[in-house]
């Protein structure tokens, strides 16, 4: 099922193509996903889905830190943090998981990869943007990116999506994902008028469809983007 994230995201104009995790490397500004974790993340396993651990900086110095913004049953939940840019490179490049529903961001140039990785970190560091790097918790291994690509406060939404590795579908690490999401929005994101999650996938991306649909979203229109229609989703928190 997760094989759908690689296909959820909203495209905007400030992209020349994508999905998630948009910065304009010439292929993305859309609804987006080496160290396996030097720093091991071992969140304590009292931590609860979605629990708050790290949180935003202003200090270049310290931003974004490694530790673990969110953590799951299985997942740490990583700010986009240099040291593994190199292992989100492998897994923009991994056809298996990217096609055929992220060709815009498949294959991708390390040059596109170090410019996507470094806006994705700035926009952390100005609470613009929240997309994690997800960490196996026992084994360090990077199984994914997810989170939310653009968070607008003018619009009062955030624009979730995620990248699953192959290997690693059809095992619920995208609904985890979403659902610590979805927490820290309500519980973080609210007071400061954020109140909707939407996304975007292709029409045909039948599996990230049914996924959006059961966790809540409705259809909400659609856009072009590189040739496609895109259809968007949205959900209302409050």
């Given at each position: 099922m ?44 009292k931590?609860?889905?979605g ?11 310290l ?18 943090a ?8 492998e ?9 055929p ?10 040059e596109n ?24 918790r ?19 939404e955030?624009?979730?999506g ?5 290997p ?25 008028g ?45």
């Open positions: 997760e094989a759908m994230e690689a296909g959820a995201g909203r495209h905007d104009s400030r992209a020349s193509a994508g999905w998630i995790g948009g910065e304009d490397v010439g292929q993305e500004r859309s609804r987006e996903p080496a160290a396996r974790s030097a720093a091991n993340p071992s969140p304590s396993p931590s609860k889905d629990e708050t651990l790290g949180k935003f900086s202003s200090d270049a110095s931003c974004p830190g490694d530790g673990p913004v969110m953590t799951t049953a299985r997942l740490a939940m990583l700010p986009p240099e040291t593994r840019d190199g292992e989100v490179l897994l923009m490049n991994d056809e298996q998981t990217m096609l529903w992220l060709p815009f961001l498949c294959p991708m140039r390390p990869n170090a410019k996507r990785r470094k806006n994705q970190r700035k926009e952390f560091c100005e609470k613009k943007g929240m997309f994690l790097d997800l960490l196996d026992k084994t360090g291994e990077l199984v994914g990116t997810s989170g939310f690509r653009v968070i607008n406060y003018k619009a009062g955030a624009e979730w995620a990248v699953i590795r192959k690693h579908q059809k095992r619920g690490l995208c609904s985890e994902a979403y659902d610590a999401c979805q927490s820290y929005l309500e519980r973080e994101l609210v007071g400061k954020i109140v909707k999650i939407t996304a975007s996938t292709l029409p045909d991306n039948v599996p990230m469809v049914s996924f959006l649909l059961k966790k809540g979203l409705t259809k909400a229109g659609s856009h072009t983007f590189a040739g496609k229609a895109w259809h968007d989703f949205e959900k209302c928190v409050l």
